[in-house]
């Protein structure tokens, strides 16, 4: 239930005063199964819904905690959890709420798939775009990504949060539902601190 849990929370969070905008900036992040990884790219029987990924040309074993924050606050809107093997683009749908003004987000959700649910639902695109192999990126494409990926890069403030003051780096569970459980939670503690952090603000800029 821990779904209903943040709702909860976001309800009191809001009713102190601080307000979730409409902009959104979705991203991923990788943990580690609490498991040895398994030899040669199988799957743990000890933890079969986890999976494998790469990045930076490290191979990890484990879970995805992807996620929406608010392009202002700063705040966590949704977190979803998969295994390390779904790509980012996939859950790109199930994070957003429709009434988003502007979604940002990196190169890997830039499909011809995402930019359509964002223009179905009259959302402003600003995910980063791909090169294409072989040839070279257009010049307008790479300073937009830079001006895009300054409010994008908000989003590695969170999950830097996660990894080291909240231990997220490798995982405590095992199963897909463990991880849900744990995501939601952590979503929920950082919301609370930030919480805080923006009703301070606010008290100084008051007074």
Known sequence: HTDKLFTLVM?????QGVTLKSGAIIDATVVESSVRPPCGG??????????????????????KAHLASDEETGLIKK????????????????????????????????????????????????????????????????????????????????????????KLGRSRYKGWERHQVHFDLIAIAYNLRQCVTLLNKKEKLAG
Do not use: C
């Open 79 to 166: 977190v979803i959890t998969t295994s390390a093997d779904v790509h980012d683009s996939q859950v790109f749908g199930q994070l957003l709420k429709g009434n988003e003004t502007a979604v940002y987000a990196d190169k890997a959700y830039g499909s011809k798939e995402n930019r359509e649910i964002l223009k179905g639902h009259g959302i402003a695109d600003k995910l980063m775009y791909k090169g294409t192999r072989g040839k070279k990126q257009p010049n307008w494409q790479v300073q937009i990504n830079k001006v895009w990926g300054r409010t994008r890069g908000g989003v590695e403030r969170i999950f830097g949060h996660m990894k080291t003051g909240m």
């Open 11 to 15: 309800g009191e969070i809001e009713q």
């Open 42 to 63: 199988t799957v743990s029987s000890k933890d079969p819904e986890a999976g494998w990924t790469k990045k930076r040309d490290k191979w990890t074993y484990g879970y």
